[in-house]
């Protein structure tokens, strides 16, 4: 690292122009404590930045299956294509690495801090600094560093000695690779003749291109590239004829609900080409019987509200997603609810527009 | 030929010099190029046509304008096997349509880690807090009131060919490079932002931080923000597209995209770096060893040919051919991009037009009379310090195939006699 940064000091004194002696504009304010405190909560290896507190294994348990393990999995195994935390010891020098908290992070810091600042994806910043020691603590648990009566806080935090601590080192990019790159290039016989010794098309994972599959139609066949194989972005649409027995819905409404729909999107979609993810897709979902989507699977609580008769309609939704777990216990969305009730009229416009 | 031919020579001597080192057989190509004659006159030429008797659009039809419809397949696009969802997800420019060295702000890849957050610029507030004299908070009102600077950069992602370490993978170059763009930035340098809450001696790391929901946090040597580094508002010259930051990202140029902090809200100045997420778990680089490389900042000089490739097979048939493609390295210009057909063994240099600049992508084109017969094509570049860009296999016997970030190798283009082109490697 000292090379690097002498390397980089040197270029900086050479480039650095009068500019970095520059006096104040006496631009901006005078942040206040209470903002540099609500926004500085970074967390270091060292231990700055940590919060008084503590959480334990157990409590730690009961937030992560509350909190994560719809895409992390109870045991951190990893839902789907949702990241994996826990497990991989000893896979990093083998052909399938797999790098988790316990197999590759080097320092417990960054756990609490990533988790503090990112998680649960699409509801950052909703849990307490003790739930973040119970949540960590638990991973720990996960990845066999600790028992299961083991509680972190702020004082024992630094003695958390990560698996893999010693497993980084500086970019030696500048001693390893440059001096074998840096030479004048060659330009003729190089090598003996080579040939091909992978195709890609062997594999064929690459997602589908109209455009290109015309293309390469006219290099074989010949004759003119048709129009792009995508609609126009502007092709005149049909005014769609109004259907006299549903309600006009307010464009802005509809509009406004889009926007508090990103608040569901980690879990849901809607639209032509919606798929179940952590959650059932949600088209046609205004009139649609409680937990009947074919291919997912529901908790037995949602699947059992189904047969009993709900049907979600502008209120059955109203009240569901103002308080999930407190309208249908038992039912596993994890999403603590929308409270504005502004939020979720526009959201059930938007997805009343979605459902015809 | 020279390369000081192939760079200031008129296009028409430059090819001449091409053909003859190419040493290819021009004659039959060049004569069924030259004897392409129409036997009845063309209806578009002999007929109206609507466009030129009825009359078109007129002004503010788009008031924000778009591209031709006839260009709707250009956009970007994702793999979706890649990640489980696309708040947590990257795109990829197309970058085998474009031209020039610009990539226009509508195409330009997307990655975020939570989505693009939208805040409103009355809403925006940029911290400068830790070892500093004066802990600031700005508006974005404030920030214009500095002196502005404009730089193009480009901004490539370290993952950019990070599926194509064990194999010849995805088939396209907006694929396996398309995780880059190159923009003119308008902004303030953080040499200029910082000297107004004033660093303390003690000050050698600065943590970047943004808004959105994944709170991305990276730290930089204090030495490379003093150097390079910006704030920046506009982007080719209009506000920032959500999507990239808006209102206000910041810029670290030639260095890993990752660390280019999009709706940057926080400036924090310390005396360690802080080892986030960003910096341990993900871009660092896993060698075979075990053991990985973190801080691997500097994006290594890199070339791709964009066109002909798997998305844009060559539709001519044999004859003039213009081969094009970008070069670009994180520790200054591109000084010269050399184009082999036959794999690697020789080597011609190809012609760099357009502007120059340190840390930004260089166009380079290549014009030669295709014989119509397969072709094995890979372009080199070699940057302003000398190094030449390695092969796949250089690479591999260094660091594996395990190690995601940074491949900044070679890549071929298998061309068939019918001008498609194919993602291969060669040995």
């Known amino acids: 690292m000292s090379k690097f940064r002498k390397a980089l000091l040197g270029a900086a004194l050479i480039a650095l122009p009068a500019t970095a002696l520059a006096e104040p504009l006496g631009l901006g304010r005078p942040a206040l404590p209470e903002e540099v405190a609500a926004w500085d909560i970074d967390v270091r290896p060292d231990g700055t930045g940590l919060p008084v507190g503590s959480g334990d294994v157990s409590t730690g348990e009961a937030l992560f299956e509350e909190n994560c393990a719809v895409c992390h999995g109870v045991f951190g195994e990893g839902v789907d294509r949702w990241p994996i935390l826990a497990g991989g010891e000893d896979t990093l020098a083998e052909e399938n690495p797999e790098k988790t908290v316990g197999s590759y992070w080097p320092y417990l810091s960054t756990v609490y801090d990533y988790v503090n600042r990112a998680m649960p994806f699409g509801n950052a910043r909703s849990l307490s600094n003790d739930d973040v020691y119970a949540i960590t603590a638990y991973i720990l648990y996960l990845n066999f560093i600790v028992d299961d009566d083991f509680t972190l806080s702020n004082e024992n935090f630094l003695d958390v000695e990560m698996p893999n601590a010693q497993g980084f080192f500086f970019d030696d990019r500048e001693t390893a690779e440059i001096p074998l790159f840096t030479h004048e290039p060659c330009m003729t016989d190089c090598s003996a003749p080579v040939s091909i010794s992978a195709h890609a098309q062997v594999l064929d994972v690459t997602p589908e291109d109209a455009a290109a599959a015309e293309r390469r139609r006219a290099a074989r066949e010949g004759g003119e590239v048709a129009a792009a194989g995508e609609a126009p972005a502007e092709a005149p649409q049909p005014e769609a004829a109004p259907q006299p027995e549903e309600p006009a819905l307010d464009p802005a409404l509809v509009e406004a609900g889009a926007r508090v729909f990103r608040r569901c999107q980690a879990c849901h979609q809607v639209g032509d080409t919606a798929r179940n993810t952590v959650g059932p897709h949600l088209n046609g979902i205004v009139g649609r019987t409680a937990g009947t989507v074919e291919d997912f699977r529901y908790s037995p609580a949602l699947t059992e509200a189904g047969a009993g008769g709900l049907t979600w309609d502008a209120q059955s939704l109203a009240a569901y997603l103002e308080n999930p777990r407190g309208y249908l216990p038992g039912n596993r969305m994890a999403f603590p609810g929308l409270p504005g009730e502004e939020d979720r009229d526009a959201l059930i416009a938007y997805l009343t527009s979605m459902s015809r | ?427």
């Open chain 2, 1 to 427: 030929m020279s390369e000081e031919e192939t760079k200031e020579g008129r296009p028409g001597e430059t090819r001449r010099g091409f053909l003859r080192s190419a040493g290819l057989a021009v004659g039959g190509a060049a004569l069924a190029a030259g004897s392409a004659r129409a036997d009845t006159p063309d209806p578009l030429i002999t007929e109206e046509q609507p466009w030129g008797q009825y009359l078109g659009d007129g002004v503010d039809a788009h008031p924000y304008g778009m591209p031709s419809r006839h260009e709707a397949h250009v956009v970007r696009r994702n793999v979706p096997w890649l990640t489980a969802d696309t708040t947590s997800s990257i795109n990829f420019t197309p970058i085998h349509e474009l031209d020039g060295i610009i990539t226009p702000n509508g195409v330009c890849f997307e990655r975020h880690h939570g989505g693009a957050a939208d805040i409103a610029p009355a809403d925006y507030r940029l911290m400068i807090n830790g070892l500093v004299e004066r802990e600031l908070v700005f508006t974005l009102q404030d920030l214009m009131r500095f002196p502005r600077e404009n730089h193009v950069y480009f901004l490539e992602c370290a993952a950019n060919g990070g599926m194509e370490w064990r194999g010849a993978q995805l088939n396209g170059c907006q694929f396996t490079h398309g995780m880059i763009h190159n923009v003119m930035y308008t902004g303030v340098s953080l040499r200029t932002l910082l000297a107004e809450a004033g660093v303390k001696p003690e000050g050698t790391w600065l943590l970047a931080e943004g808004a959105d929901a994944a709170h991305m946090t990276r730290s930089i040597p204090m030495e490379k923000a003093l150097d390079d580094c910006m704030i920046a508002f506009k982007m080719n010259g209009e506000a920032l597209r959500t999507e990239q930051g808006y209102p206000v990202r910041l810029l670290v140029p030639g260095w890993e995209g990752n660390m280019w902090v999009k709706w940057l809200r926080r400036l924090e100045v310390g005396d360690q770096p802080w080892y986030h997420r960003e910096e341990t778990s993900k871009y660092t680089d896993l060698l075979p060893d075990g053991r990985a490389r973190e801080f691997t900042w500097v994006m290594d000089c890199k070339s791709i040919i964009t066109s002909p490739s798997p998305q844009m097979p060559i539709l001519h048939g044999a004859g003039p051919t213009v081969v094009t493609g970008l070069a670009w390295s994180g520790r200054g210009t591109i000084e010269r991009v050399d184009i082999s057909l036959d794999g690697g063994v020789n080597w011609q240099p190809a012609r760099i037009d357009g502007p120059s600049l340190p840390k930004s992508m260089h166009r380079f084109y290549f014009e030669f009379d295709w014989d119509g017969s397969e072709l094995l094509m890979q372009s080199r570049a070699v940057d302003s310090t000398g190094y030449v860009q390695p092969t796949k296999d250089q690479l591999r016997a260094i660091r594996g195939t395990e190690s995601i970030y940074h491949n900044n190798s070679i890549q071929t283009w298998h061309i068939n006699t019918f001008g498609e082109a194919e993602n291969v490697e060669v040995s």
